[in-house]
Nanobody, 119 residues
Framework: QVQLVESGGGLVQAGGSLRLSCAASGRTFSPYSMGWFRQAPGKEREFVAR????????YYADSVKGRFTISRDNGKNTVYLEMNSLKPEDTAVYYC????????????WGQGTQVTVSS
């Protein structure tokens, strides 16, 4: 059984920064890619960023491009989301997720961590 555990959320003022972490534990986990998603109150969950585990190639939603950076530490089975220049509209519960194959469904999910950006 694979578990994904996020950490690093919190309350920050607009313009500030946070770094989220997502650690995978359990049986050997070799994802094809890991992603970050978020869900704001009353809104659907949306894609934020993803990283291919082997190559490190990244892809971002337009809303966070240039402000957020996704990275991974293969040895620690951990993926990070560095968030800079935060805006109130970034307020959401952030989830990490993993998929085992290219184009596959993200079927491993963490419990989420709250990020609140005050104006």
């Amino acid at each position: 059984q694979v578990q994904l555990v996020e950490s690093g959320g919190g309350l920050v003022q607009a313009g500030g920064s946070l770094r989220l972490s997502c650690a995978a534990s359990g049986r050997t986990f070799s994802p094809y890619s890991m992603g970050w998603f978020r869900q704001a109150p009353g809104k659907e969950r949306e894609f934020v960023a993803r990283i291919t585990w082997s190559s490190g190639s990244t892809y971002y939603a337009d809303s966070v491009k240039g402000r957020f950076t996704i990275s991974r530490d293969n040895g620690k089975n951990t993926v990070y989301l560095e968030m800079n220049s935060l805006k109130p509209e970034d307020t959401a519960v952030y989830y990490c997720a993993g998929t085992l194959r290219a184009g596959g469904t993200y079927n491993y999910w963490g419990q989420g961590t709250q990020v609140t950006v005050s104006s």
